[in-house]
């Protein structure tokens, strides 16, 4: 596996990371502890040195990525999140300092470390100003149980404002061929500044691989049932999507998930994707798409095809659509 730098950090990861979230929550059932402890060993044995889980997703999945990469702790790097009320989504932002420095306390121990490798702020919090967030995360640092800063689907003046006081190694957000929306603002500002990007749901929550359609039933707490895109009416509309990327990827004898990688990794150098999956397959499948290179040719085929499609359906239901971009 390749190798990226998230920005002018230093902070070096593999190209394409693994996130974790899935294997114990949102998606369903997920996986037992041994399911997904075993899951993130068989990433890393193939090359994944970047791995991603957060408070909000419960201890379980915090502890099962501290119990699975304990044996290499020193060979990957280990992001988490705070930012939520008690560490549930439901109830609203939380990025106090004394709750800051309590959520890195319980996840250094839930993560069997002595300091996390990557911070974010899961969600900025307008109760907070940005200055008193990375100031607590700079002090962290400064204490060694943090090793870099990063924001979670922050807006631009809210990544200007923490990075004049503790430099953001990354941001992350939703970035897909069906979610493009950072390329407006986010991209360029994290250019200026040298800042790695992180897209999560690099395949559209599963959309892009072409394993949903209209038909498709999600389990009763899969969140999916929620999102406005994820509506039958919405996937029937979206296969135009799913069928020209079909096209593309059997030109290439490549499956649509790794023309989905692959093209992401081809927007910028600093752009490393973390595809989440708890299945073994899905695992190789989509780390093969880190040795795809697109050829200038595949690029303007993908481009056409985006410019004559409209993808249908917000990405969030309207409370969860007002916490992104802050």
Known sequence: MNKRLLGRSGLEVSALGLGCMGLSFGYGPGLDRAGGVQLIRSAFERGVTFFDTAEAYGAPNEELVGEALAPVRDQVVIATKFGFLDGDAAKGMDSRPE??????????????TDRIDLLYQHRVDPAVPMEEVAETVKALIAQGKVRHFGLSEAGVESIRRAHTVQPVTAVQSEYSLWWREPERAVLPVLEELGIGFVP??????????????????FAPDDFRNLVPRFT???????QVLVAALQQIAAARGATPAQIALAWLLARRPWIAPIPGTTRLHRLDENLAAAALTLSPG?????????DGIT???????????????R
Request: glycine share 8%; hydrophobic share 40%.
């Open 232 to 238: 039958p009416q919405a996937r029937q509309a979206n």
């Open 200 to 217: 999560f749901s690099p395949l559209g929550k599963g959309f892009l691989t072409g394993a949903i359609d209209a038909t498709t039933t």
């Open 298 to 306: 595949d690029l303007q085929q993908i481009q056409t095809a985006l």
């Open 99 to 112: 709750r800051i420095r309590a959520v890195v306390e319980t996840s250094l121990k839930r993560l069997r």
């Open 311 to 325: 993808v249908q359906g917000d990405r969030y239901p309207a409370h969860l659509a007002s916490r992104a971009g």
